[in-house]
C-alpha cells in the first residue's frame, strides 16, 4: 500500500512545484496524443496528472470496475473524435483554475477526471 503523504506535503508540493508542472506535463500528453505512435505514453502521462499537480497517489486500477467501463471500440472513437481536443481544453481550463485560491478546488475535480474526457477511461 503506498505511503499517504500528509497536506502540509501535498501542498508545499502545489506551490513549489506543481502549479507548473501539470500544466507542462498536460501539453506533453497532448503532443504524445497527437500521434498514433505517443498515444500509449500520452494516456500514461494524463494518468499522472493528478499525482503532479498534488502527489496525490496514483489511482488503483486493480480496484476498477471493468463491467463499468465503456467498450474499447467506443472509447477508441470517442477519443478520435472528441477526446484528443476536448482534454487539451479540459486539462488548460484546469490549470488556470489551480493557479487561483478560489478555482483550486474546481482544478482538482477536473483533472481527475481528465482520463475519463480523454478516452471515457473511469478508474
Same mark, same amino acid.
Given at each position: 500500500?503506498?505511503?499517504?503523504?500528509?497536506?502540509?506535503?501535498?501542498?508545499?508540493?502545489?506551490?513549489?512545484?506543481?502549479?507548473?508542472?501539470?500544466?507542462?506535463?498536460?501539453?506533453?500528453?497532448?503532443?504524445?496524443?497527437?500521434?498514433?505512435?505517443?498515444?500509449?505514453?500520452?494516456?500514461?502521462?494524463?494518468?499522472?496528472?493528478?499525482?503532479?499537480?498534488?502527489?496525490?497517489?496514483?489511482?488503483?486500477?486493480?480496484?476498477?470496475?471493468?463491467?463499468?467501463?465503456? #467498450? +474499447? *471500440?467506443?472509447?477508441?472513437?470517442? %477519443?478520435?473524435?472528441?477526446?484528443?481536443?476536448? @482534454? &487539451?481544453?479540459?486539462?488548460?481550463?484546469?490549470?488556470?483554475?489551480?493557479?487561483?485560491?478560489? #478555482? +483550486? *478546488?474546481?482544478?482538482?475535480?477536473? %483533472?481527475?477526471?481528465?482520463?475519463?474526457?480523454? @478516452? &471515457?477511461?473511469?478508474?
Amino acid at each position: 500500500m503506498p505511503e499517504q503523504r500528509s497536506l502540509l506535503t501535498r501542498s508545499l508540493w502545489f506551490v513549489a512545484v506543481g502549479w507548473w508542472a501539470t500544466p507542462a506535463l498536460v501539453n506533453i500528453a497532448w503532443l504524445c496524443n497527437a500521434t498514433v505512435v505517443g498515444i500509449p505514453v500520452g494516456i500514461a502521462l494524463i494518468n499522472l496528472v493528478p499525482t503532479a499537480l498534488t502527489l496525490k497517489d496514483p489511482r488503483d486500477r486493480d480496484a476498477a470496475d471493468g463491467d463499468s467501463q465503456h #467498450g +474499447l *471500440p467506443l472509447r477508441a472513437v470517442y %477519443f478520435v473524435l472528441v477526446g484528443w481536443w476536448a @482534454s &487539451l481544453l479540459w486539462a488548460n481550463l484546469a490549470a488556470v483554475l489551480a493557479v487561483t485560491i478560489v #478555482g +483550486l *478546488p474546481v482544478a482538482i475535480w477536473m %483533472f481527475d477526471r481528465l482520463p475519463y474526457v480523454t @478516452s &471515457l477511461y473511469r478508474f
